[in-house]
């Protein structure tokens, strides 16, 4: 319940540069999730707020306190770990009591901490019980126990759904939605799963390489992605990127030829392009339909009922995947012409860097 | 193709048939070489010693004489004594190796540098030879060349030459020492493998929580490595109840009976006096003990697993 700012937080081992110069400014009462490849640095951020690893340059400041010196337990926070780490010896209520023990509080005063939390959780009628004879989400749910009990300004979840299967991977993603808005709490939540990612967060951090991709909401990363890295790491399936070359630019916005395509005009600021450049343009699989436009030969056909991701391949030899209506009638082995909305594409230059886009949708927040 | 593999797991039975043979005479085709080799090592000399007991036998007379023995040495106040001492020995042994293996253990399990050096080092006790062992030790404890007595003198705490082993007091804590140094290297590196496999987690978490170094030691890595602890502790006793060679090396069971264990009596009646039926009785009554004792051991070990989540 407290707004969080990292300042040029580094973190190296050796030579090896894991963070490199994180600025962040969470607010109250935010849910901020962390999300990127494996080893782009996250869980390393993360143990760093909670203090469990130091950062080699930088400030954790916490409601105002730089804590970036102080122990774990006095930066007013508390942490979910991907294992749980719950004590396999002790009850599920002296689990969650494990904290208030620490502290040495009155037992009446343990009783009801433990009692609010088991029932907040609907734990209460497993509390006897020992967490080997819990369910993978009942056992989350003792670990998240036994951090409300602290009561702590910001809560850390460090890939909390990662051991579930994907059935009770989505029911916890409500779960832990609620529980944010019951606890308005500031939570700062890890994973690799950019499904969890888009439906949890009010903003998302995503991480490459030890440093901020981007931060924005969910539409923002999905309608404005700063880089070609958010570009394709949000958004399932993947966005396509499709070589092209500048026509030509006006105040409308880039002529391009996609190689083994068609020609569009696209509505974004045209920047630097110059007319012979090479760029890409990014078209989410979803924003493809049946109609005139770039022709493809179908390699693989998935029908999930209410849509059918179409996977092909251009005469360029380029991938392409659509995301066509459940029922479109497609059938591996045919060649099949997409049409896409100019106003949905997006165009990166030879950097990676995107050229803002004209006619995207506007964003609420 | 999948008909085949079929078939050929399900074979050993349909041999057995081909062969003449019912399931149960191949299964115990299967099992005689270990059933005979046991037969051989273990239940012969067993029921040997049992029948030994029920005699007066020495090395050349031998005659039946029924429950004698057994009424001899129950009725002896002798017999009541070394069974105290062995069980004392026993007990004071065991305590000092789970307590010095354990803080051994958390040491070495500490993240300092040069601890692979350590580890190494703790080894020599328990991989030198006991005999080896026992004779740097007998050196040790000797009154006038010893290095013990030697510095206890230049530190003032001894008037003039102590022979350790010379004394019923001072010899028994002298060999439960010489003891205590051998078994406690082993002791020390189960638990040390325990401690490591504790998820580290379990610490962090603690630590976020704001528990220290001791209250994490205390209810983490103790109840953690409990099943450990107690296995070793039933171990490590059986072991130590047997002990023979560390008392026989250092005293022979001396001075005056003063570390005569049950074993050690044992052996002196059979193969010292040459009273083999009467040392055989001692030998059933160490067997009697130590099964009890197991059996008490074995149930204790169950309930602790289950209490601490160990299937």
């Not at chain 1, 916490?62 to 942490?79: E, H, K, N, Q, Y």
């Not at chain 1, 009638?329 to 997006?346: F, K, R, W």
Request: hydrophobic residues 50%; contains cysteine.
């Amino acid at each position: 319940m407290a707004p969080l700012q990292l300042q040029t937080v580094t973190k190296s081992f050796g030579a090896a540069q894991v963070l490199i110069g994180i600025d962040l400014a969470i607010h109250d009462k935010e849910f901020v999730v962390f999300v990127g490849p494996s080893g782009c640095g996250k869980s390393t951020l993360l143990r760093i707020i909670a203090g469990l690893d130091e950062a080699t340059s930088g400030q954790i400041i916490i409601d105002g306190t730089d804590v970036s010196r102080l122990a774990p337990v006095d930066r007013g926070i508390s942490m979910v770990f991907q294992s749980y780490a719950l004590y396999p010896h002790l009850s599920v209520y002296e689990n969650i009591a494990f904290p208030l023990r620490v502290q040495r509080l009155p037992e009446a005063e343990v009783k009801a901490k433990v009692a609010r939390a088991a029932d907040i959780l609907q734990l209460t009628d497993k509390l006897p019980l020992k967490p080997g004879q819990l369910s993978g989400g009942q056992r989350q749910r003792v670990a998240i126990g036994r951090s409300i009990v602290r009561n702590p300004k910001v809560f850390l979840f460090d890939e909390p759904l990662s051991n579930l299967d994907a059935a009770l991977r989505g029911d916890m993603r409500v779960e832990l939605s609620g529980l944010h808005r019951d606890l308005s709490a500031t939570m700062i939540y890890v994973t690799h799963d950019q499904v969890e990612a888009m439906t949890m967060a009010h903003r998302i951090v995503v991480l490459n390489a030890g440093h901020v991709e981007q931060f924005g909401t969910p539409m923002e990363l999905y309608h404005h992605p700063a880089t070609r890295f958010v570009a394709t790491f949000i958004g399932q399936p993947n966005m396509n990127l499709v070589p092209a070359t500048v026509l030509g630019t006006d105040a409308g916005g880039l002529a391009v030829e996609l190689d083994g395509g068609p020609r569009l005009v696209l509505p974004v600021e045209p920047g630097a392009a110059r007319s012979g450049d090479r760029v890409e343009v990014g078209i989410r699989p979803e924003h493809a339909t049946l109609g005139d436009g770039i022709a493809m030969k179908v390699r693989v056909l998935e029908r999930l009922g209410g849509v059918a991701i179409t996977y092909g391949i251009m005469s360029s030899g380029q991938r392409f995947c659509a995301a066509l209506h459940g029922d479109a009638a497609v059938a591996e082995g045919d060649t099949i012409s997409v049409g896409v909305n100019p106003a949905d594409c997006h165009v990166f230059g030879a950097s990676g860097a995107v050229l803002r886009r004209l006619k995207a949708p506007v964003l609420a927040a | 193709m999948s008909d085949q593999m079929v078939s050929d797991t399900a074979s050993a039975p349909a041999v057995a048939r081909r062969r003449g043979l019912s399931e149960t005479w191949f299964a115990w085709l299967l099992i005689a070489p270990a059933v005979l080799f046991t037969a051989v090592i273990v239940a012969w000399p067993l029921l040997e010693t049992v029948r030994l007991s029920f005699t007066d036998a020495t090395i050349n007379s031998e005659s039946w004489v029924g429950l004698a023995n057994y009424h001899e040495l129950l009725g002896s106040a002798k017999f009541y004594v070394v069974v105290g001492r062995t069980f004392f020995w026993m007990a004071l042994s065991v305590s000092l190796k789970l307590v010095v293996g354990l803080i051994g253990a958390s040491l070495l399990a500490a993240a300092v540098p040069g601890r692979a050096l350590f580890r190494a080092l703790i080894m020599p006790p328990w991989v030198i030879p006991i005999a080896i062992g026992c004779i740097g030790w007998l050196w040790l404890y000797n009154g006038q060349f010893g290095f013990i007595s030697g510095m206890g003198q230049r530190l003032g705490l001894l008037d003039g030459p102590f022979e350790f082993l010379a004394y019923k007091r001072s010899a028994f804590y002298s060999a439960i020492v010489t003891d205590v140094w051998v078994g406690t290297p082993m002791v020390s590196l189960f638990f040390l493998a325990a401690m490591q496999g504790v998820n580290r987690d379990l610490y962090e978490a603690a630590w976020v929580d704001g528990a220290g170094r001791w209250y994490r030691f205390r209810r983490i890595t103790i109840p953690q490595i409990m099943p450990t602890i107690i296995s070793m502790a039933l171990l490590s006793a059986i072991w130590t109840f047997n002990s023979f060679d560390i008392i026989y090396i250092l005293t022979q069971g001396g001075p005056r009976g003063g570390t005569t264990t049950m074993i050690i009596d044992a052996y002196k009646t059979a193969f010292g006096n040459y009273n083999l039926g009467e040392g055989a009785t001692r030998a059933v009554a160490i067997v009697v003990l130590l099964g009890l004792f197991s059996l008490a051991y074995l149930n204790i070990l169950n309930r602790v697993n289950r209490h601490y989540g160990v299937k």
